[in-house]
């Protein structure tokens, strides 16, 4: 679980728990990841487009502001997005089912809540991704 | 001498006639003298008798008239009594309907009236179970041989409040959440009739859900701070942060494991609130109830195996695949099975079975020889939190929330949930799933 993988990839993750975002910052360089790290959706996508070469999102569902992680996701999938290859790991606690059908549709790659995973498991899931 | 001699004889034979006749007479005279004498008497006797009867005949008509007055004054006094009651029973502020023992409507108070927008000329005589639908929370309407009124025809005494909550549905169409009793009405030992009494629990109803959705919310945001909990100390024992020594793993394998439960717990009121608020998601699919059952033993062999329980399955080989949720259906084995090994001493047996009932059922069963369920407690084995007094000092890990889950989650399936128990001897859970036989392809 803890190899080093081969060459540096960076995942944005978009988490507006301190705690939370540091721990899953830790894991994530850990095993071997970049990781940049935004509080708010808006925030996330500046970055997207700032940093250019996001290989992965770790996404959570509320965050503050207005916005959500399924607008987040949306923007991302949108017509014509230079972003809808990226793949989307949403984790959250609070996503209801509708939710999670939406995040569904919009063809995520994995939805995980929070409290029933361990760390090793979400990032485990995003290491075989990225292979 | 011989001519005289026939008229002396002639003469005497008229004296001799004469005579005769004179004695006939007296005779005769002192017949109608007794006669007279009795006709006297039968007269004087007459006389008495006719005095009797008028006496008689007064004495009647003056007790007729009594009578009549008592008759007249009870007569009142009783149309008194009526009018107070239907006075009592017109101003009840719940709804009030009487039916005969067809089920037709005899008697409905003005309360009835002003909470079903019928009025009492429009429905009497006809059957309630038609004229007021009823419904269950998801709109679904209950069946006529369903309908509580039909079963208390049939003899029995029946409550429906929120914890089985019903929806009555008024003229208009529109509905509202109903609590009912209903009771037969006994006669001579017969059931005449049915009376129920019916309140509307909208306020309860929301109350109710207000709390609910404070539960699923509190649970939710119980879950960031658990999260964080988790993964620190998985961290930390995994040695991403550098080595601990095994006495500090010891300590954070009790962190994590506490709160593992944690996390166990608000997800099961999760479940909970999902239920009562009716947005559990319901995903059929064919489902091999089987191998449902065989994955949820393998996740017990652990257990089975520390308690030295000897577990004895039994499954019928011709179970078809049934259409049903098999995440929910999971929980309900789940809970059964973990219910029978946690509440059964070591060295105790389990078995778990699941056979055809008549082609149109699969029944589940689940048997122990565990500590049981006390008899005077029975009845509140499926309440929310509820656990036996017998179990609490036994053991510190259920919810009281298990046999609630799994009991809402098999009839919301259509199926049964039911028990036979008994102190220290064991206690058997049967459950009934409908089978809703998938076609073949």
Do not use: C
């Not at chain 2, 919810?399 to 064991?426: H, P, R």
């Amino acid at each position: 679980m803890t190899n080093k993988i081969k060459e540096k990839k960076t995942i944005l993750v978009v988490e507006d728990e301190r705690p939370l975002v540091q721990i899953i910052q830790a894991k994530l360089e850990k095993v071997g990841f970049d990781v940049i790290t935004a509080r708010t959706v808006d925030q996330g996508l500046d970055y997207l487009e700032e940093v250019g070469t996001i290989d992965a999102v770790w996404l959570d569902h509320y965050l503050p502001g207005q916005k959500t992680g399924l607008d987040f996701v949306v923007q991302m999938k949108k017509e014509g997005s230079k972003w809808a290859k990226i793949p989307i790991f949403v984790v959250s606690n609070t996503a209801s089912n509708g939710n999670l059908r939406s995040y569904l549709r919009l063809d995520i790659n994995k939805y995980s809540v929070k409290a029933e995973h361990r760390l090793d498991e979400i990032t485990n899931d995003i290491m075989l991704f990225l292979k | 001498m011989e001519i005289k001699k026939p008229i002396t004889s002639a003469a005497s034979k008229l004296v001799l006639r004469l005579k005769i006749l004179a004695k006939e007479k007296e005779i005769t005279r002192r017949k109608l003298v007794v006669t007279a004498r009795q006709l006297a008497v039968t007269a004087r006797e007459k006389e008495i008798t006719r005095r009797k009867l008028a006496v008689t005949a007064q004495e009647l008509r003056r007790l007729h008239a009594t009578l009549e007055k008592k008759v007249l004054r009870r007569t009142k006094d009783l149309e008194q009594i009526r009018s107070k009651n239907e006075a009592i029973l017109t101003s009840i502020g719940d709804g009030l309907v009487v039916v005969d023992k067809e089920g037709r409507i005899t008697y409905i108070n003005k309360s009835f009236e002003e909470m079903l927008g019928w009025k009492s000329q429009e429905i009497l005589g006809k059957s309630m179970v038609q004229v007021v639908p009823r419904e269950d929370q998801n709109g679904i309407g209950v069946l006529f041989k369903e309908r509580i009124l039909t079963q208390v025809l049939a003899g029995q005494k029946f409550v429906a409040d929120l914890t089985n909550p019903f929806y009555y549905i008024r003229k208009d169409k529109s509905r509202f959440p109903v609590s009912s009793i209903v009771a037969p009405v006994i006669l001579n030992k017969k059931v005449v009739g049915a009376v129920e009494v019916f309140r509307d629990i909208t306020k309860e109803k929301e109350i109710d859900k207000a709390k609910t959705e404070f539960v699923s919310l509190a649970s939710h945001q119980l879950r960031t701070p658990l999260s964080t909990v988790n993964w620190y100390s998985e961290m930390l024992l995994t040695g991403d942060v550098g080595e601990v020594t095994i006495d500090q793993k010891k300590y954070l394998e009790e962190i994590y494991n506490g709160n593992q439960r944690m996390v166990d717990l608000v997800n099961t009121l999760l479940d909970v609130s999902r239920i009562e608020l009716g947005t559990l998601v319901i995903e059929l699919k064919p489902t091999d109830i089987v191998k449902l059952a065989q994955n949820v033993i393998n996740e017990h062999k652990l257990q089975i195996i520390e308690k030295k329980i000897k577990l004895l399955p039994s499954f019928e080989d011709n179970i078809p695949l049934i259409k049903t949720d098999p995440k929910l259906l999971r929980m309900v084995i789940q809970n059964l099975l973990s219910n029978a090994i946690k509440y059964t001493p070591d060295g105790g047996r389990v078995s778990i079975s699941l056979a055809l009932e008549e082609e149109a059922n699969v029944v589940l069963t689940i048997a122990d020889t565990g500590y049981g369920i006390p008899k005077n407690q029975q009845n509140k084995i499926f309440t929310k939190l509820f656990r036996a007094d017998n179990v609490i000092g036994r053991d510190t890990e259920g919810t009281g929330l298990g046999l609630y889950i799994a009991k809402s989650i098999v009839e919301q399936a259509g199926g049964k949930l039911w028990f036979e128990s008994k102190e220290n001897q064991g206690s058997t859970f049967y459950a009934t799933l409908p089978l809703r036989k998938i076609k073949k392809h």
